[in-house]
T-cell receptor, first 113, second 115 residues
Framework: AQSVAQPEDQVNVAEGNPLTVKCTYS??????LFWYVQYPNRGLQFLLK??????LVKGSYGFEAEFNKSQTSFHLKKPSALVSDSALYFC???????????FGPGTRLSVLP | NAGVTQTPKFRVLKTGQSMTLLCAQD?????MYWYRQDPGMGLRLIHY???????AKGEVPDGYNVSRLKKQNFLLGLESAAPSQTSVYFC??????????????FGPGTRLTVL
């Protein structure tokens, strides 16, 4: 069965500092990994995805994520956090056998001015 | 281009009442999905559709029904609402490209409270 873990409910970081939001997964076959962001009272917005190729994926708003197959992780990163990055972040995975997406529980990121 | 829209945005029901949530997309997407979002549990798939006239069960289908009579619309029905169905409901859609790497596009959500 597929599963996604986001071990931190909340991440606090000061503005200008680097941020990391962690994600680990379990899936049959090759993983297809996604990050979405949700701002208050809004739907989820796509940030980036890993399908194949380079392990470092760059996405919207300066975010990037690193795929690590041996650690089954796909951590979201940004070199310099902005207050406007404060939101709820979801990691999602699907396998290559036609399964549907499975979403993690979400991590709330707070960037403090 | 409105993307994915959902109506209504908010609704309060009494136990046993019925209602239908409407999702519409104008991106000509083949695939459409209904999720529910509960605190600490992420999004869970209720039902989905891979094309007009087809539907399938997701992870938590009990108590819900769906219909996809038109490609652009995906309806979620609650026949007899229960307090456990209090949640935020999201619709999403994606292209069918022949692969399974499609990005999903989400609507703004419907907040449902069942008393």
């Amino acid at each position: 069965a597929q599963s996604v873990a986001q071990p931190e409910d909340q991440v606090n970081v000061a503005e200008g500092n680097p941020l990391t939001v962690k994600c680990t997964y379990s899936v049959s076959g090759n993983p297809y990994l996604f990050w979405y962001v949700q701002y208050p009272n809004r739907g989820l917005q796509f940030l980036l995805k890993y399908i194949t190729g380079d392990n470092l994926v760059k996405g919207s708003y300066g975010f990037e994520a690193e795929f690590n197959k041996s650690q089954t992780s796909f951590h979201l990163k940004k070199p310099s956090a902005l207050v406007s990055d404060s939101a709820l972040y979801f990691c999602a995975v699907r396998g290559n056998y036609g399964q549907n997406f499975v979403f993690g529980p979400g991590t709330r990121l707070s960037v403090l001015p | 281009n409105a993307g994915v829209t959902q109506t209504p945005k908010f609704r309060v029901l009494k136990t046993g009442q019925s209602m239908t949530l409407l999702c519409a997309q104008d991106m000509n997407h083949e695939y459409m999905y209904w999720y529910r979002q509960d605190p600490g549990m992420g999004l869970r798939l209720i039902h989905y559709s891979v094309g007009e006239g087809t539907t399938a069960k997701g992870e938590v289908p009990d108590g819900y029904n769906v219909s996809r009579l038109k490609k652009q619309n995906f309806l979620l029905g609650l026949e007899s609402a229960a307090p456990s169905q209090t949640s935020v409901y999201f619709c999403a859609s994606s292209y069918r490209t022949g692969t399974i790497t499609d990005t999903q596009y989400f609507g703004p959500g419907t907040r449902l409270t069942v008393l």
